[in-house]
């Protein structure tokens, strides 16, 4: 497989800030690190937590994916890890093959996180990223908003102290009324004044810190009130042993490093994760180029998008392998990552080092940390995905991309994340072959004294009863050739007689493919039979390379004219002057 | 429902034919039915062997459902009846079906019919013709082809005289292989000489009697060379007394019609074969419109493809409710109802009553027709589908397009041919996918003196580094945005410092989604922060009034100019004159 060390190597070479590396650039790395750190040791906690597994699962997903991401990936400013969606996924792949197989939850894990990293890999190698643009923004709205609701649900469970056990958010809604009467009241003490410190820190906090120090600045401070809280929590508990009290603590977590070992990788347990995999690469993949474009826009830096699934695919790979889980780039990390400075991707390689001093020697400060806070943690990130705006503004502009936005949130919600995002990508794509399947097509008449074409319907344009020019504003594929038949049917059966010359104007044909390109040559030739005569104009560039390769003009009974204006003049003027002016 | 009154009224009322009819009408309706219904009966026997049913279903399957069709169809000359594909796909489904309920296969085929009669009826209905669209002309070729091969192959059966017991082609053909030695001589002679006869009928002899009469007249004998084959096989069976040899006849042929029953429709046995009648459905509809509309056009008449849709799910449901199994319009019998003169769809009606006399009174002389004649029949229908030029002719224009044409094929041919169709939609669409997800896009200058924009890398155009202009040509939605995003960002991070306006020229966007929209906004924000104004240029009218629903234009730092010289001139030229002529 050469192309695969093609592809490797160039993605290796690219790394041309290792060459440039200095002493400025060392400092700005090791102020971003210490910053994404501190954040990230309760987000790993939390999101290990959201993934069913133990806490420490989450550091180890912090370590090697950096180094891994460093590596291989694109982006100077991505920060890679345990991300909220992605690890709900997994929870919910997980725990499907674990009724299949009864495996245990951890090395599930780490095989689906291994075979996503293989898939994005397979899919950077081989230039498939393209797959992730079945993604629509309609259908990952509807999903991350759907995903936020059901994981939002859940944390109900460790910030109210109560038992919350469903399948999807119809029975978890109706386990939690059903035990209602059963909140442990100081765990929800904790849990709603972490969720009021959480969201307190979002707005307020910045707002009032900005009279001190530098918005960036106020801005990165309230970044980590996750850690402010985790500390707060862990000290309150640790006051008033409210652990005793059945407040529930994240307890002790194993120090050191992990172990590195290979994940099983049976077929048959491969074919049983492999749709989740496939769903949690592209979702991984979708999310975390949205972050590294958006902050390598701002750098005016060059993201490949190849290069991020291999990077992608490392970490993930590297995840599975050191005791971790899927993982992907974050938002709301990766920007702390760029504000606070960090200047290359060594930043995410100093993290590491970060985390794993942290999984070494901070473990035991961690025991006393309260699930509730990191219940908290969850739903505030979780709530802050959901944006009403989208909903409200893709309802305005498009009542099509807004059903396939309501397809997919009905469908998560109601059946399953998997379910949802499929049919989502089923209803954009249908959506989208119903909207080319009717082409805009207007007849054209040129302006008097003018070389312009425009609309006989809203314009006053010259008109000849012997010609009718047909602009399509559509690249005619298989979807709407059908279509097309139609109406140039009936456009030859209402001006029966008199019609001689029928002008395809092809100025919005970018494309013509197989199927279509048959119908023009089926249209040709049954014009003929009816001694119309078929032209067309302003054909573009590449659409009439490519028809010259069959010789499609050879065929055509009337001409390809450069522009409608000479097509107009050699068939209505020149020939026998026919046209009658608006004002008649 | 009153949606369904208003369709089937329409439908119906749109029969102005029956206002106009006159004798000249009926006598040429009589002519062309008396021809249809000769072509019919051997067809309608053999297409009955081919789905797998006795020989008598094939004569019911033409008598309800051509009634059914003329009340609702639109097409005046369509002939409706079995067909060798739609008949292969019916005995397919049955075989599955009939393993998993243990029906038998009449009763089975008959529920199926009902089942993508009701389909086609609520596609009608509700205006669901364009999923029909999803069939591409490529992979129709290709399921086409394959299915004519396995039809074919299958054929050799009654025409050899051998066992040929296999589900797929791989498996049939080594059965056939084995059991070579059992060939059965009497049945073949019978079988290779119906073959050379019906070749010879199809182009020897038209070209002889095209001396003798008109050339239309000697197509439509050559067109009943079936009937001729039968009647010389029994006569030859007859006088020989070949069945008794062993030569397989279609025997005892219960005469009389069938009665009306309304056939299984139990909830498990619809969901078992949806799937099957879906396909079916989409497949005949898309057999059928296509014979329809070329015929239509030839005499300036219009199809309404929704009132086929009912048209063709009305004859179903005949068929199904008359002991007969599906069918949709055929090409080969259209053609002949059409060039024998068949003015209305009273001609349906007509061959009708025509094949329920032979059902009544002709059963008897058919007893001894033998099936090796009946095999040749459909073996040279079916050959006559395979177009090698096709084949050659896409390869020449798109590797695309042939690859899934290949991919169907191949997958008709191993697995199966619901697997094959599925497969190539599939394909089809997410090539469309690939090709739309690199949209062409160029970066235009002005030609000197002229309002004319070209690509610079193409013609000798002004430049200005303070501008770039960027062609889009393509229509933008979820599938590509993400591509343009890289390539804005790249052309951004090519001209850093200098560039002031960005111009997105959009003759070529047919449309924008709202993924594409958003993606819109975010660059000019992205832009905004780097102090690049971005504007646009040449927006279509239907884009420019969806962008003005969510104020677009309000948020855009730059402007929208209706043509590029504009944006140029005002740009460029009027604020302060930057241009290098191309000759700099």
């Not at 075979?115 to 990952?140: E, H, Q, T």
Request: charged share 10%; proline share 5%.
């Amino acid at each position: 497989m050469p192309q695969l060390h093609t592809t490797l190597w160039r993605s290796w070479s690219a790394r041309i800030w290792l060459q440039d590396y200095n002493s400025k650039s060392l400092q700005a790395d090791l102020v971003a690190a210490m910053i994404v750190t501190m954040m990230l040791i309760p987000q790993g906690l939390a999101y290990a937590m959201l993934a069913g597994l133990p806490p420490e699962t989450g550091l180890y997903a912090s370590i090697l994916p950096l180094v891994a991401y460093a590596l291989l990936g694109s982006s100077h400013t991505l920060a890679v890890g345990p991300v909220a969606i992605i690890s709900l996924l997994s929870a919910n792949a997980v725990n499907m093959a674990q009724q299949q197989t009864g495996l245990d939850v951890m090395s599930l894990s780490m095989s689906l996180a291994m075979i996503s990293g293989l898939l994005m890999l397979l899919m950077g190698i081989f230039k498939l990223g393209f797959i992730a643009n079945l993604l629509s923004r309609p259908v990952i709205t509807g999903f991350i908003t759907a995903a936020g609701i059901v994981i939002a649900v859940g944390q109900l469970e460790h910030i109210l102290g109560i038992d919350i056990a469903g399948s999807n958010l119809l029975t978890s809604s109706q386990a939690m009324l059903a035990n209602i009467d059963n909140i442990h009241w100081p765990t929800a003490g904790i849990g709603c004044l972490a969720i009021g410190f959480l969201y307190w820190a979002r707005k307020p906090l910045p707002n009032l810190l900005s009279h001190y120090c530098r918005p960036n600045m106020a801005h990165n401070i309230s970044k980590i009130a996750p850690v402010s809280a985790a500390i707060i929590g862990i000290l309150v508990v640790g006051k008033w042993q409210l652990d005793t009290l059945g407040v529930k603590v994240v307890g002790d977590i194993p120090a050191g490093l992990p172990g590195l070992q290979w994940p099983n990788l049976e077929p048959e347990l491969i074919i049983s994760l492999l749709p989740s995999a496939l769903i949690i690469s592209l979702i991984g993949y979708v999310e975390s180029i949205s972050v590294a474009q958006t902050l390598a826009n701002k750098r005016r830096q060059q993201i490949n998008p190849n290069h991020e699934l291999l990077g992608l695919g490392a970490a993930n790979a590297a995840a599975a392998m050191s005791g971790g889980f899927s993982v992907t780039g974050g938002f709301s990390r990766s920007v702390v990552n760029f504000d606070a400075g960090a200047a290359t991707p060594m930043a995410g390689v100093f993290t590491a080092i970060g985390i794993a001093i942290a999984s070494c020697w901070l473990t035991p400060l961690l025991a006393l940390l309260p699930k509730a806070v990191l219940g908290a943690t969850i739903l505030v990130a979780v709530l802050s995905l959901i944006d009403p705006h989208e909903f409200s503004f893709t309802w305005k502009y498009s009542k099509q991309d807004f059903m396939a936005m309501i397809i997919t949130l009905a469908i998560v919600l109601l059946v399953s994340i998997e379910a949802g995002v499929i049919a989502g990508v089923v209803a954009s794509v249908v959506l989208m072959l119903w909207r080319t399947s009717r082409p805009h097509t207007a007849i054209v008449g040129p302006i008097s004294g003018t070389e312009h074409f425009r609309n006989i319907d809203r314009h006053q344009v010259e008109q000849c009863d012997r010609i009718v020019a047909l602009r399509i504003d559509e690249s005619l594929f298989f979807g709407n050739v059908r279509y097309l038949d139609n109406q140039i049917n009936q456009i030859v059966a209402s001006n029966e007689k008199r019609l001689q010359h029928l002008i395809l104007m092809a100025s919005g044909i970018n494309h013509i493919d197989s199927t279509a390109l048959e119908k023009l040559l089926d249209f040709n030739r049954r014009l003929k039979d009816k001694g119309i005569t078929m032209h067309m104009s302003e054909v573009k560039g590449p659409v009439l390379d490519r028809l010259q390769q069959v010789k499609f003009t050879g065929q055509l009974t009337g001409n390809i004219y450069l522009s409608q204006h000479q097509a107009w003049q050699a068939l209505a003027v020149d020939h026998a002057p026919c046209c009658s002016s608006p004002d008649h």
